[in-house]
């Protein structure tokens, strides 16, 4: 009988640390990836909009330039949405441009 009351003893305590796993662990895990994901996207729009400044001399050539780094996103980043991407490639060029305004 003890060894019975043991048995369910330690089974509850291995489901009180699983749920604990699975309720703190795996989302906690989700959101670092997440925020890394994150990180490397905006790494690749930030190079992606400096290249278009490369490929695309000139004034009044920004709706090209918005287009190539739109595409060239969307082949490295297939689901990635309209918006989003819209809102990541203007923050780009909107550091790009404090930038080059603070070297002058």
Known sequence: MDKEILVNIILAIIAFLGSIITGVLV?????SKNKN???????VVDTLVTAAEEIFVG???????????????????PKIDE??????????????????????
């Open 83 to 104: 918006k989003e991407a819209k809102i990541l490639i203007e923050s780009a060029v909107n550091e790009l441009h404090n930038v080059q305004n603070s070297i002058k």
């Open 59 to 77: 004034s009044g050539r920004g709706d090209k330039k918005y287009e190539w780094v739109y595409n060239e996103l969307v082949k490295r980043y």
């Open 37 to 43: 994901n994150m990180m490397l996207l905006k790494l």
């Open 27 to 31: 989302p906690y895990i989700k959101k």
